[in-house]
T-cell receptor
């Protein structure tokens, strides 16, 4: 059974810092991995999708990497802003399963 | 883009009543939709996979007679929480994937259910 772990559980940084969020998964047989953002009481916003054959994806200040063999992904946020404050969720889709398995999330607070 | 809507966004009901939540893919057809549940400060847990024209597939520990899923068309799936109890209070989120390969899933905004 796939298990997804995110570290740290919570993070508080001053505005302008670069930061890295970590995600690990136990079963490397994945189809893709997605990073989401969730604001309090809200739904999910997809940030980046990495297919299993890819190593990284970039969108603006965000860069996500994937090392499938080691079961790890990182989300890099450059020049963080207070508006980046949210919970960031990592989710993987297995090759034999269409639903996503989510990590427990990292709650990010960017201090102005 | 691909938009998924949910209705209602919030619902409060009394214990013992039933509540229906709708999930719609607005600009694409979704043969498969997924229903997740999220308790406070926890992550999303898959409840069931909703397949158009066939029975839903439930995850272990999810009561299929309590959480009724109907996927009657390619753009609509409904989740009915029957005989709701306070412990069913949660945030329910649906998602849908486009096409057979379901490369990327698109999530609805969620429904906050409070059972009093």
């Amino acid at each position: 059974k796939q298990e997804v772990t995110q570290i740290p559980a919570a993070l508080s940084v001053p505005e302008g810092e670069n930061l890295v969020l970590n995600c690990s998964f136990t079963d490397s047989a994945i189809y893709n991995l997605q990073w989401f953002r969730q604001d309090p009481g809200k739904g999910l916003t997809s940030l980046l999708l990495i297919q299993s054959s890819q190593r990284e994806q970039t969108s603006g200040r965000l860069n996500a990497s994937l090392d499938k063999s080691s079961g790890r992904s990182t989300l890099y946020i450059a020049a963080s802003q207070p508006g980046d404050s949210a919970t960031y969720l990592c989710a993987v889709r297995g090759t034999g399963r269409r639903a996503l398995t989510f990590g427990s999330g990292t709650r990010l607070q960017v201090q102005p | 883009g691909a938009v998924v809507s949910q209705h209602p966004s919030r619902v409060i009901c009394k214990s013992g009543t039933s509540v229906k939540i709708e999930c719609r893919s607005l600009d694409f057809q979704a043969t498969t939709m997924f229903w997740y549940r999220q308790f406070p400060k926890q992550s999303l847990m898959l409840m069931a996979t909703s397949n158009e024209g066939s029975k839903a597939t439930y995850e272990q520990g999810v009561e299929k007679d309590k959480f009724l899923i109907n996927h009657a068309s390619l753009t609509l799936s409904t989740l009915t929480v029957t005989s709701a109890h306070p412990e069913d209070s949660s945030f329910y989120i649906c998602s849908a994937g486009r096409g057979r390969r379901l490369g990327e899933q698109y999530f609805g905004p969620g429904t906050r259910l409070t059972v009093t």
